[in-house]
Nanobody
């Protein structure tokens, strides 16, 4: 049974930082591209960042480029999202996702986590 468990969300002031973690189990982690999505009520879900199996390729949404960094530790079966210079509009539930390829993870992931709330006060 595949499980993706996010942690690290919370309340932070605008300009602050948070680091999200996603621990994966039940799959060969190093064989999956990983991604972070977010959804704010009233808005469509959007892909925030993605990283290839080896970590060599990374994708970022324009809205977070230069502020967010995705990374992974295949030895720990964990993917991270470092979020700096947070803005009120970053407020959302953030979801971890796994996909068999870089394209799959950004369009139609195979597996999803339950999500973690990030709230940025202005």
């Amino acid at each position: 049974q595949v499980q993706l468990v996010e942690s690290g969300g919370g309340l932070v002031q605008a300009g602050g930082s948070l680091r999200l973690s996603c621990a994966a189990s039940g799959l060969t982690f190093s064989s999956y591209a990983m991604g972070w999505f977010r959804r704010d009520p009233g808005k469509e879900r959007e892909v925030v960042a993605a990283i290839s199996c080896s970590g060599g390729n990374r994708y970022y949404a324009d809205s977070v480029k230069g502020r967010f960094t995705i990374s992974r530790d295949n030895a720990k079966n964990t993917v991270y999202l470092q979020m700096n210079s947070l803005k009120h509009e970053d407020t959302a539930v953030y979801y971890c996702a796994a996909g068999s390829t870089d394209v799959v993870v950004t369009r139609s992931p195979d597996y999803w986590g339950q999500g973690t709330q990030v709230t940025v006060s202005s």
